[in-house]
């Protein structure tokens, strides 16, 4: 029995191919146009290829079908496309205009300068682009083929034009948005390309213009040859290719997303923090609890992501997917976060999606009039705002990688450089603030376990008395001091030096491998009793330094964290001359301070505080080993003594065993 026909197939060599030819009729900006498209079936079985091209030939009529609808619905006029095409001949006629009148005055740009070969160089660029597209790599291939006419110099210095000018692409995304919007058109997967296209003819033709001195005024002339570049104007995109591919496709609309990226295209915000979360930072479930387990960011990175998605749908109208947010989106959350108080996101109101931007100024300005917060506090710090986009640019770059065809939504110029000195600088405690803390009743005697702020004779040995002192005289994080486990605590037999070790361990992560580190213990932890809490908390059967620190089981709350929320927001008010961001971690930074004002070397500090070396080069932070333990000591004697004023430990009063306990959970 005789076998149907064969079509759409061809033959090339052994291999089977797919080519079809579709003619998209009744477009907005065409009356008829040819699509080529070939594809390699990869089988050399007739019967493999007849259901593969089969199944090609259906698709592709879907394709055509949902295009042309696209193109109707979101597509540019002829009269869009003239308003686009006159305003950017005149635009960059005024560019080239200035720019062949700067060549003149500059005293050596006039005199190297050919004004002839410099403007057919700008109307040939123009030209090329327009006629291949932004996908095509402008390589030496590109440069040979549309700048023939010109002699090898020129061409070198037309290949390093394009070199230098990588961010060509973005820059004719941008305009192309600006100039759809004055022509009251939306920027779409459909009206981008067609406009980056037409402006790319229109500054060829402004080019020829300065060039042959032509006449700009004719408005009726600009206007017909506009309609007469419509019918070469299409959209295009890069699509997937193979070495044997040979494809002319259009710009694919939204529409022609698959189910997957329809999906993360239509998500919000927040909705996408969660998939970036979990794409970026899950996949590790099944090792929890086991001996591979692994945190790859802190907690508190996961509620910064969460948190600048909150704050960017409070900026949008509601309901807005991620993906469809521009510039002027971002401009003016960026606008607002001079507006808001620092404590946002505090209060458990300011994350409803019903409360506003608006609401949250006026309540901070309410308890600004009250006396409960201060003028100062209005206005989000550089460091907080850097964070903020740095977290949105992280997000926005993931969600291109899902959803093809999006344009970036630069938000670098929203990041404001800020050097680490400086906030160290203005962090750090001063000693007359040490001295200030450590004068207070928890260290000079209180009243009792239960009333441990106020003043009395008993002396208690405990996370309370041992974490802050811990914190200043190591410099280290309060995380890493608050995790310390009993056998952290080392002495060094050869040279007798007592030290505690930084490292991970079942109680916790460390942030980085720098922050692995042995640490010496300054001569005032040991005067105070440090080493015999040691010694008593392992005779009571204890394996943890501070157990009363641990939460409970069912939170994520880190041991540092516990400490912050039960003492130290009740220590701070009795700090005196407390600035703005000065927390326990200011400590750290009067340690990094005293060693610096001592004359010892970065890399000497960075082995002390456990932070990267990888500044300071390949020697230092992969060959250097870290300073020996003697040198450290003297090292460790610079950090100001805050201290002296308390009396010795002879004794340690440990809290009761039912007292040294991990937290109770919170109950509802």
């Given amino acids: 029995m005789p076998r149907s026909p064969v079509q759409n197939i061809k033959r090339r060599g052994a291999v089977y191919w797919w080519r079809r030819t579709i003619s998209l009729t009744r477009l907005g900006f065409s009356d008829s146009r040819l699509i080529s498209l070939e594809f390699s079936l990869f089988t050399k079985e007739l019967d493999s290829a007849r259901g593969r091209a089969a199944a090609m030939t259906a698709y592709s009529e879907r394709l055509r079908m949902s295009f042309r609808d696209n193109v109707a619905q979101f597509g540019l006029d002829k009269q869009a496309i003239s308003t686009i095409f006159m305003e950017e001949v005149r635009s960059y006629r005024n560019e080239l205009v200035h720019l062949e009148a700067a060549w003149k005055a500059h005293p050596v740009w006039s005199s190297v300068s050919n ?3 410099d403007l057919a160089m700008f109307q ?7 006629d291949e597209g932004l996908g095509v790599p402008r390589d030496w291939d590109f440069v040979e083929k549309h700048f023939a006419t010109f002699d090898q110099d020129m061409q070198c210095r037309v290949r390093d034009l394009l070199r230098e000018h990588r961010d060509l692409p973005e820059s004719l995304r941008l305009t192309a948005q600006a100039r759809l919007k004055q022509a009251g058109a939306a920027s779409n997967a459909v009206s981008i390309p067609v406009a980056v296209d037409v402006i790319a003819r229109a500054r060829a033709e402004a080019a020829r213009r300065v060039k042959e001195s032509a006449d700009f005024d004719d408005l009726a002339n600009l206007a017909s040859l506009a309609t007469s570049f419509v019918n070469a104007v299409a959209p295009r995109v890069a699509a997937p290719s193979s070495a044997n591919s040979n494809l002319n496709v259009p710009a694919l609309p939204i529409s022609y997303l698959t189910e997957e990226q329809q999906r993360y295209a239509e998500m919000t915000p927040t909705q996408f923090a969660e998939e970036f979360i979990k794409e970026k930072f899950g ?6 609890g086991s001996k591979r387990q692994r945190e790859i960011v802190q907690d508190s990175t996961l509620r910064d992501i969460r948190w600048i998605a909150v704050l960017l749908e409070k ?22 976060f001079d507006l808001l108080p620092t404590t946002i996101g505090k209060s458990p109101k300011d994350r409803d999606p ?3 931007f608006e609401m949250i100024r006026e309540r901070a300005l309410e308890r600004i009039e009250s006396g409960e917060l201060s003028a100062d506090q209005i206005g989000l710090s550089t460091n907080t705002s850097n964070k903020h986009w740095q977290n949105f640019a992280r997000m926005h770059k993931q969600l291109r990688s899902v959803v093809p065809g999006l344009a970036e939504v630069c938000v670098a110029k929203f990041i404001t450089p800020e050097t680490k000195d400086e906030r160290e600088a203005r962090d750090a405690y001063t000693k ?3 001295e200030a803390i450590f004068s207070l009743p928890p260290w000079t005697g209180c009243a009792g376990r239960n009333d441990r702020l106020k003043a009395g004779t008993e002396i208690i040995h405990d996370a309370l008395f041992f974490i802050l002192l811990l914190v200043w005289y190591t410099g280290a994080r309060r995380e890493e001091i608050c995790k310390l486990k009993l056998d952290d605590i080392f002495e060094n037999e050869v040279l007798g030096i007592p030290y505690l070790f930084v490292r991970p361990t079942d109680t916790g992560r460390i942030k980085c491998k720098s922050s692995k580190r042995k640490i010496p213990l300054h001569s005032e932890l040991i005067r105070l009793g440090l080493l015999r809490y040691v010694e008593a908390m392992k005779n009571a059967g204890e394996t943890l330094l501070f157990p009363e620190m641990y939460p409970s089981g069912n939170t994520k709350r880190k041991i540092g964290d516990v400490f912050y929320k039960i003492w130290w927001i009740y220590l701070r008010p009795f700090v005196p001359n407390l600035k703005r961001g000065q927390a326990m971690h200011a400590a750290r930074h009067t340690a990094s301070d005293a060693l610096k004002q001592a004359g010892i070397d970065l890399e000497a500090r960075n082995d002390v505080l456990g932070h990267s070396q990888k500044a300071l080069g390949e020697g230092a932070s992969t060959y250097s080993e870290p300073v020996a333990l003697q040198r450290m000591k003297d090292m460790v004697k610079e950090i100001p003594n805050v201290s002296g004023h308390l009396a010795d430990v002879v004794s340690i009063n440990l809290l009761p065993k039912d007292l040294r ?4 959970a919170r109950t509802r």
């Fill in 354 to 356: 019903e409360t506003t």
């Fill in 432 to 434: 007359e603030q040490g």
């Fill in 315 to 336: 900026a949008l109208p509601s309901g807005t997917p991620f993906s469809e947010v521009t510039i002027e989106h971002v401009t003016e959350l960026d606008r607002w």
């Fill in 283 to 288: 996949g590790l479930e099944q090792r929890k």
């Fill in 115 to 117: 004004r002839e070969d």
């Fill in 661 to 664: 306990v991990a937290r109770p």
């Fill in 124 to 130: 040939a660029l123009w030209k090329g682009i327009a």
